[in-house]
């Protein structure tokens, strides 16, 4: 067997519900999903970057962007995001598919390292830090095999599993093998919100990069908890933040 080509997804449109144009929001005089996109490419184990958004006209914006980046992208399906994903990945002859989100600014190229090695060395169908959560809300990251991803196309019906790529197969633990990367002690932080899904997690992100982007553009999770702890009224500008639920 030779090596599977390890390709990044990241999945992003303009049309968000809570806060429109959230991936645009400029953080640090740059639009969101480049920070997110910025701190991908640094993956030691990503072979290639893809930016998937919609085929509407209103997320063409997104596909100059990722031009004017040197990234890669692909517009699919707007609500079935699970075929936007395969057909991103046929395209792109992905062995491995990982699942990040654009909105996502302070993902750590480390953890998402650690999730794609485990994946790779076991030799799983699917690898996850979040189904069962132990890391902060935010450093998501999903490993799938191209196999598993299509027959995930293939069989899955219900509306969620189409908009949430992989619960068919997370669920399906009698069909795929399925391993979970948990956070050590240091980092274990299950109800932090690092991602961003409204106004009050902008602000609360942007608070964060105000803090540590100038000196280290790349920091990492270890930087924020540390911060955190020296700054601990910082999170609670969103604490109350509910994340929306799987089925609505």
Do not use: W
Request: proline share 5%; net charge neutral.
């Amino acid at each position: 067997m030779g090596k599977k080509k390890v390709v990044c997804i990241v999945q992003a449109r303009i049309g968000s519900t809570r806060l429109p144009a959230k991936v645009l929001s400029l953080i640090k005089s740059k639009p969101m999903i480049v920070h997110t996109l910025n701190r991908l490419k640094k993956c030691k184990h990503v072979d290639q970057l893809v930016l998937a958004t919609t085929n509407l006209a209103e997320d063409k914006p997104l596909l100059d962007l990722a031009a004017s980046e040197n990234i890669e992208s692909f517009s699919g399906s707007e609500n079935d995001v699970l075929d936007r994903f395969y057909q991103a990945a046929k395209q792109y002859q992905a062995g491995v598919v990982v699942r990040c989100t654009g909105d996502c600014p302070v993902i750590d190229s480390e953890v998402t390292d650690l999730v794609i090695n485990q994946h790779l060395k076991q030799e799983n169908d699917y690898t996850s830090n979040a189904v069962i959560r132990t890391y902060p809300r935010g450093l998501d990251t999903e490993a799938i095999n191209f196999e598993a991803l299509e027959q995930a196309a293939r069989k899955a019906k219900e509306p969620f599993e189409r908009e949430h790529v992989t619960p068919y197969i997370y669920q399906h633990p009698d069909f795929f093998s399925i391993a979970q990367v948990k956070a050590e002690e240091a980092r274990f932080q299950p109800n932090l919100r690092l991602t961003v899904d409204t106004q009050e997690d902008l602000d609360f992100i942007s608070a964060i990069f105000d803090e540590l982007y100038d000196s280290k553009p790349f920091f990492s999770i270890d930087d924020i908890l540390e911060l955190l702890k020296k700054k601990p009224g910082l999170q609670k500008m969103n604490q109350h933040v509910k994340q929306k639920p799987l089925v609505q």
